[in-house]
């Protein structure tokens, strides 16, 4: 236990260290350019165009992993489980007053 008075210094001497005003981890970075749309069309494109191809693949090749998830697939906690998110996430939006107007 330490000496009355020290508990104090102890929180303050904490806090001094974990104050984020301190100047520690704050780096002055050089002000990027923004891009144009033009710039911003094209790396949405291309993001969009990955993901497609990636979805592709994982559709084609879905089948060939059947058996690795033979055991969640029979296992009833997983239907259970599914069907609990699958009621909370409708419920949301069942109780939600901006979706039925």
Known sequence: MLPRGWSRLAIVTIVRFLDP???WGQVQSSPSPSPTVRESVVSDFKYLVNNLEADGEDIVTAPLHLG???AMLTNPRFYW?????GAAFGGSFALDYTMRM
């Open 21 to 23: 005003s301190a100047g």
């Open 81 to 85: 489980v599914l069907g609990a998110a």
């Open 68 to 70: 690795e998830a033979g």
